[in-house]
């Protein structure tokens, strides 16, 4: 059973960068077919997929973000961490680290429970 859980500062100042990292446990974030993803959710508002890194270490990133976004990895800890530069209080909510899993034409997700992010000066 693949568990994820986040972890980083809930304390962030507008012009800095965020980092926050996912640990994986009962799977390889290495493994074939899995995209493993952040996803945030401002307050009052819906979900916002930020980007990904696959089991290739290839990394896309949503447009409207990329400036700023980039995912990287570390094998040897099975963590992928999230960096997103520059912040502003609208970057603040829950931010998710999520393995999308697409194989034999079927596509499913696994979530951390989420941690609060504030941007705040």
Avoid: M
Avoid at 37 to 54: C, D, M, N, V
Avoid at 74 to 101: I, M, R, W
């Amino acid at each position: 059973q693949v568990q994820l859980q986040e972890s980083g500062p809930g304390l962030v100042k507008p012009s800095q960068t965020l980092s926050l990292t996912c640990t994986v446990s009962g799977g390889s974030i290495t493994a074939n077919y899995h995209y493993w993803s952040w996803i945030r959710q401002p307050p009052g508002k819906g979900l916002e997929w930020i980007g990904y890194s696959s089991s290739r270490d290839i990394t896309f990133y949503n447009p409207s973000l990329r400036s700023r976004t980039s995912i990287s990895r570390d094998t040897s800890k099975n963590q992928f961490t999230l960096h997103l530069s520059s912040v502003t209080p609208e970057d603040a909510g829950v931010y998710y680290c999520v393995l999308l899993t697409v194989e034999s034409g079927r596509s499913w997700g696994s979530w951390g429970q989420g941690t609060q992010v504030t941007v705040s000066s």
